[in-house]
């Protein structure tokens, strides 16, 4: 079991002084598996009130002192807090410290390991006629010349670099260092110079305006709540001319019940390395989110080289729920179809939906 343990003041937002970490931050923590509690400097009984009260319920409570007893209780034991008596008791414990901020960016990486291996998994991924599509969609829809292109979750390039070498000037962001390192290598090596840069699209800024933006193969759906769809939607519009056009994809929520989420297997083989990956889905349709649990066994000829085990949170979308976060933070939607098929009708076979935007008047929004 894994569990981790958490401090008030300075951590918690109910803190005195509040701290970073939300709810939501905690509930995330539980989607990994890890069990979560209180283990700070008020007596047990304070921190049961005060996590009851803000609608928690916790699975452990320890005043920090106590930490070191729950060492043989759990596999893994993370503490997070805000000085360095959190440190001290972590230490004594035998327990990982994190602070707050260390904490919330481990909550959001994915595509750390699994991103090593990214560009072998999707060896066959034809980039090519995906950017075919995107330059079909500019042909059909933008009323402005197309000459700049922001790729939000850009991933190792796979389109930013097609679309550099047609003649677009790229920017491209991705919240993982692994990805933007292959992106920047890949670059380099065709001899192209892109602006690659590690950021999150969630506290996007930028100085500078585009004629397009596009958040190709699902970028969209790690962004679980609806607050962090909307302050993505809200930072793209920022960086978007009057007029531009956003073009993404989804899970289309109409397919994901109907069809429902399966294991999938996929093994793909270049230079001598094999990848074997396989996808376990978690389908939590409540609350619109399916846990994909992955599976990677790395091998050269018959040695096995590495082995990796990552959960990504996705969510699913439907057409109507999509026009809705548009519509409120600046754009007008177009046409919503089938990914690949412009024009296509959207119904419950489609899972892959692709969403085209418009950007709103400043002031019409």
Same mark, same amino acid.
């Given at each position: 079991?894994?569990?981790?343990? &958490?401090?008030?003041?300075?951590?918690?937002?109910?803190?005195?002084?509040?701290?970073?970490? +939300?709810?939501?931050?905690?509930?995330?923590?539980? %989607?990994?598996?890890?069990?979560?509690?209180?283990?700070?400097?008020?007596?047990?009984?304070? =921190?049961?009130?005060?996590?009851?009260?803000? /609608?928690?319920?916790?699975?452990?409570?320890?005043?920090?002192?106590?930490?070191?007893?729950?060492?043989?209780?759990?596999?893994?034991?993370?503490?997070?807090?805000?000085?360095?008596?959190?440190?001290?008791?972590?230490?004594?414990?035998? #327990?990982?410290?994190? $602070?707050?901020?260390? &904490?919330?960016?481990?909550?959001?990486?994915?595509?750390?390991?699994?991103? %090593?291996?990214?560009?072998?998994?999707?060896?066959?991924?034809?980039?090519?006629?995906?950017?075919?599509?995107?330059?079909?969609?500019?042909?059909?829809?933008?009323?402005?010349?197309?000459?700049?292109?922001?790729?939000?979750?850009?991933? $190792?390039?796979?389109?930013? @670099?097609?679309?550099?070498?047609?003649?677009?000037?790229?920017?491209?962001?991705? &919240?993982?260092?692994?990805?933007?390192?292959?992106?920047? =290598?890949?670059?380099?090596?065709?001899?192209?110079?892109?602006?690659?840069?590690?950021?999150?699209?969630?506290?996007?800024?930028?100085?500078?305006?585009?004629?397009?933006? @596009?958040?190709?193969? #699902?970028?969209?759906?790690?962004?679980? $709540?609806?607050?962090? !769809?909307?302050?993505?939607?809200?930072?793209?519009?920022?960086?978007?001319?009057?007029?531009?056009? &956003?073009?993404?994809?989804?899970?289309?929520?109409?397919?994901?019940?109907?069809?429902?989420? %399966?294991?999938? !297997?996929?093994?793909?083989?270049?230079? /001598?390395?094999?990848?074997?990956?396989?996808?376990?889905?978690?389908?939590?349709?409540?609350?619109?989110?399916?846990?994909?649990?992955?599976?990677?066994? !790395?091998?050269?000829?018959?040695?096995?080289?590495?082995?990796?085990?990552?959960?990504? $949170?996705?969510?699913?979308?439907?057409?109507?729920?999509?026009?809705?976060?548009?519509?409120?933070? /600046?754009?007008?939607?177009?046409?919503?179809?089938?990914?690949?098929?412009? /024009?296509?009708?959207?119904?419950?076979?489609?899972?892959?939906? +692709?969403?085209? #935007?418009?950007?709103?008047? #400043?002031?019409?929004?």
């Amino acid at each position: 079991m894994k569990a981790i343990g &958490f401090d008030r003041d300075g951590t918690l937002w109910y803190g005195d002084p509040p701290g970073p970490i +939300t709810k939501e931050h905690l509930e995330r923590a539980g %989607e990994r598996d890890y069990i979560i509690g209180g283990s700070s400097g008020q007596t047990v009984e304070e =921190q049961k009130r005060q996590w009851m009260e803000n /609608g928690l319920e916790p699975s452990f409570v320890v005043t920090k002192s106590e930490l070191p007893s729950l060492k043989n209780k759990f596999d893994e034991l993370i503490h997070v807090g805000d000085d360095r008596d959190d440190a001290e008791w972590a230490q004594k414990a035998g #327990a990982h410290y994190m $602070t707050p901020s260390q &904490f919330i960016q481990w909550l959001d990486k994915v595509f750390d390991r699994y991103g %090593e291996y990214y560009d072998l998994i999707y060896l066959d991924k034809n980039y090519e006629k995906e950017c075919d599509f995107v330059e079909s969609i500019f042909e059909k829809y933008s009323s402005l010349p197309v000459r700049s292109i922001f790729d939000g979750g850009c991933g $190792t390039g796979g389109h930013a @670099i097609p679309l550099a070498k047609r003649g677009y000037k790229v920017l491209g962001v991705d &919240f993982s260092e692994v990805m933007i390192g292959r992106a920047l =290598q890949k670059a380099k090596k065709v001899k192209l110079k892109i602006d690659f840069r590690v950021g999150d699209l969630r506290s996007l800024n930028l100085d500078r305006k585009f004629d397009s933006a @596009i958040c190709m193969f #699902a970028v969209m759906d790690y962004f679980t $709540t609806n607050q962090e !769809v909307e302050k993505v939607i809200r930072n793209v519009r920022r960086v978007l001319k009057e007029s531009a056009l &956003f073009i993404f994809d989804v899970w289309n929520g109409l397919a994901v019940l109907r069809i429902l989420p %399966e294991v999938r !297997v996929r093994i793909m083989e270049n230079q /001598g390395k094999r990848v074997i990956r396989w996808v376990y889905p978690e389908l939590d349709s409540f609350n619109h989110l399916c846990k994909d649990h992955y599976h990677l066994i !790395v091998t050269e000829g018959d040695k096995v080289v590495d082995e990796v085990m990552e959960t990504h $949170t996705v969510r699913y979308f439907f057409p109507q729920e999509i026009n809705h976060y548009l519509e409120e933070n /600046g754009f007008e939607l177009v046409e919503t179809c089938p990914f690949l098929d412009l /024009g296509g009708k959207v119904n419950e076979n489609v899972w892959n939906m +692709t969403c085209i #935007a418009k950007a709103k008047r #400043a002031d019409h929004y």
